[in-house]
Antibody
Framework: QVQLQESGPGLVKPSETLSLTCTVS??????????WGWIRQPPGKGLEWIGY???????YYNPSLKSRVTISVDTSKSQFSLNLSSVTAADTAVYYC???????????WGQGTLVTVSS | EIVLTQSPATLSLSPGERATLSCRAS??????LVWYQQKPGQAPRLLIY???TRATGIPARFRGSGSGTDFTLTISSLEPEDFAVYYC?????????FGQGTRLEIK
């Protein structure tokens, strides 16, 4: 059974860069069938797609965040990562990583990690 | 960007009743529509993809229907564990977008 686990700082200062890593276990990150994505959810609000990446390195981002987002993949470690620069309080959210199956659905999710932007 | 509008925002029903949740897209998404269930403190859970295909392990009481711009998630007879927030998601066009959610609460 595929499992995903987010890791990274729970507190980031305004204007700094938020960095999270998702570790994939129980399945291969190298499959051509999957993309590996990030989604966030501000407290008490809905879901926002941030972007996803294929193991080959092809990445797609939400235009609303594109200027600040980079998603990368490290197949040797079965990990993919999110960098979000110049954060503000509006970036405070639970950040989820997920497996995207054939670009048709997100079928496995991490448990989520709360990142708070505050000085 | 395709906007998904879910209705109602909140649905209050009793166990055993039938729930009907709606998701309307601002333009056609064909059948590229997904439904997720989210319980408090948990990650979303995949229920339905391609508008009507149940994900692995999802009970038959969950049924998705629709195409184009109008979609419905029907729960035929509510179980206590079904009370949660439900989100639709479109996969037709980048960026992937979600609806704002329907909260299904116990009456």
């Amino acid at each position: 059974q595929v499992q995903l686990q987010e890791s990274g700082p729970g507190l980031v200062k305004p204007s700094e860069t938020l960095s999270l890593t998702c570790t994939v276990s129980g399945g291969s990150i190298n499959s051509s069938d999957f993309y590996w994505g990030w989604i966030r959810q501000p407290p008490g609000k809905g879901l926002e797609w941030i972007g996803y990446i294929h193991y080959s390195g092809s990445a797609y981002y939400n235009p609303s965040l594109k200027s600040r987002v980079t998603i990368s993949v490290d197949t040797s470690k079965s990990q993919f990562s999110l960098n979000l620069s110049s954060v503000t309080a509006a970036d405070t959210a639970v950040y989820y990583c997920a497996r995207d199956f054939g670009t048709s659905r997100m079928d496995h999710w991490g448990q989520g990690t709360l990142v708070t932007v505050s000085s | 960007e395709i906007v998904l509008t879910q209705s109602p925002a909140t649905l209050s029903l009793s166990p055993g009743e039938r729930a009907t949740l709606s998701c309307r897209a601002s333009q056609s998404v064909s059948s590229y529509l997904v439904w997720y269930q989210q319980k408090p403190g948990q990650a979303p859970r995949l229920l339905i993809y391609d508008a009507s295909t149940r994900a692995t392990g999802i009970p038959a009481r969950f049924r998705g229907s629709g195409s184009g711009t109008d979609f419905t998630l029907t729960i035929s007879s509510l179980e206590p564990e079904d009370f949660a927030v439900y989100y639709c998601q479109q996969r037709s066009t980048w960026p992937i977008t979600f609806g704002q959610g329907t909260r299904l609460e116990i009456k």
